[in-house]
């Protein structure tokens, strides 16, 4: 869990310097403890609920991994939507979908 | 015996004999004109070519089923009148060999002929309306790696220490065989998450099925994927040029990644270009990576699917990879998705190599090359020495060629690795090959070494795989930055080594078939015997058979162990009969034949007599003599057509001399 929060702020740490201003949208993988039905509306409203954020289903990496689009509000960091993910019942992780480049 | 040897081989002396001489007195054996042999491609011609027996008959689909369907097939034969087509004297005895399909078959002659022989036949077939068409069933050679015309010059990072330090060591690897299989990777399937692939004629044959993986990005465009959609079957790479550097991204042409590393592992040994470390192997191209790279999400779905894991929304991958090759890298943490992608990928079965990453840093390697679980890769140069960009780290488990410059400079430490590539600088042009170096080209050397150990052990694990690897990889040598340094893994990847370890440990682990007793056999003399031979293999091996001590004029087909012998000579033999399933032979077993009695006195195939023999000599020479067309011996038949010459008079000759089961 950790790693992953140092991996959001790594990766907004530009950003945070302007909170004032709606940080762009992110990629967020959230591992969950079980499968569930991780793109019904329900589910996306209670992400929302959870972290005030716009919220889109992006993909599936497995059965229990899916990728979702957070639209932070204005004021909140990547951090902080990322700790807000963690708190929720039933997701065993959260991290940022880091870009993977050539070597 | 004796006299019935020297019978037989007098008889095959004059039946040559007089049939080159019907021959020339037909002009059957006239002079065809000689003409230039085509082999098709991978048809390799030897230097001294073996007579041809084998033709390949199509016939047409509108053909009656009772030239084309009647079976057996060898009613085909009788529909072409083959016999006697060939250019031989007293025709060719032709026989059904098997069935290609319903409308092709095989024949074989009984005898031997030449290619301008054989082809002049093949035409000849191909004229009859009913033949779709007639060919050489050609005897296909395999190809050296020096057929490849860029393997002499370019493809250091193939050859032996002897002649590349740091090479691979693969052509030896490639003399191996396994299950009588050509080492080759043939029926592994290597995954490449990269850029896509581009049809390259190098590399396409052995490109199967694939997946684009890269998906939306997060401000709802295309950027990354800059094919204009999502995940689709279309793996395809459309270039992953970037015209705008940014601080995340440089602007760079396409790089045709994916398609670089497909020629390293798999490119076909052919009469073109380069070839690759696992040349018979399939390639999986799973699209992971775009413009700026690819998201760690795509790539660890990627994984997954490859490995035969099921991904949402994603078809069922037909083709599961044992190998999955990544050559890519960031400089950041293992991120849990890769690593539980990783470890569920291993629990599948699959063996992940990853490249270190080109950072230069030395005690960091790059993710996901740091994950647990995966081979990780870092590259050398020709000579031997660390490449100057390489990564590498404690994490490192071994190295391969890489190419370009090495941390000691050694002098004169330039060359690149040459695989496929394309033209375009953006959007993808043409083929071609292109030369290059970097961690992402080492990468795929272990990959295709891995292949070959799956085609040797299918079910071979991954941490087996990386055993043999390191422990076969050869050490640094001295003078170079990693001779004698702990954290560039076990030395530099050795094929022959790593293959050569697993087929000895086969060997020896292998359980030898075990023949069932065959009871001593016993036939009146002149009769027909017939027993097979059979065994069981612990590893559902394929048995075959060998034997030694076989009767003169009896047969043995060591695939199927049946021993034949049409007409059984008197006295008591005994032949050895071993089994062998690949690897191992079996406890050889003794089998006593009795043969009993004497042959009959006017039997076929029994002792001939001296005077026989004479006599056949005499007849002949006055066959001979007979046979000049001189008209007074000739005279004119009753009904008034010419006689052929020496006919009746032959015949009138074998009433009188030749025994009377020759008739």
Redesign the interface.
Known sequence: MASALILACSLCACAQTTAEKPLPPIRVILHFKETLAFNNAAFLQALHDQTQAQVQYVTAVSKDTHVYRFQPPTGLSYTQLIQRLSNMPGIAHVEADQKILLP | MFAANISKRVTFVLLVIAALHAALAHGALRTVPPERHHWPIGVKPPKNEEPLRRLIVKFKDDVEPSVAHQYPPSGHVRALSLNGRANKPQGVKWSHLKSISAQSHVLVSDVPMSRVEMAALARNIAQDPRVAYAEIDERVYPLSASDNPLYDPKQWNMKAPADAVGGANLTDAWNQSTQGQTLNGAGVTVAILDTGYRPHVDVLANTVGGYDFV??????SFT?ANDGN??DADALDPGDWNPISSP??DGEDS?W?GTRVAGIIGAISNTQGVIGVAYGARLLPVRV?GR??????????GI?WAAG??????PTNPYVAKVINL????S??C???FQ??IN?ARSAGSVIVV?????SPVGTI???ANCSGVIAVTAHTRLGDSASYANIGTRTDLSAPGGGDGRNHISGDIDYIYSTSNTGTTVPLNDTYAGGS???FAAPHVSGVAALLFQIRPTISPDAVLHYLTSAARAFPAGSYCAGRNDCGAGMLDATAAVQALINAQIAANSAPVMATIAPQTVAAGGSLQFPATATDADGDRVSFTLSGLPSGANFDGNSGVFQWAYALPGTYSVTLTPYDGLTSGAPQVVRITVTGSLPPSGGGGAVTWGELLATVLLFMACSMLRRPVATKNPPQRNGQQATPGTRTMRRVIHRNWPHRHR
């Open positions: 998906s939306i990005d997060s401000d709802g990354t999502g995940r995340a991204c790089t990644h990576l700026c790279g690819g998201y760690t999400s795509d790539i660890a779905a997954q894991l099921s991904v949402p929304g994603v050559s890519i890298g960031s950041q943490a991120a849990a998705t539980n992608a569920a490249a270190t990453g080109n950072d790059s993710s996901p970097g961690t992402s």
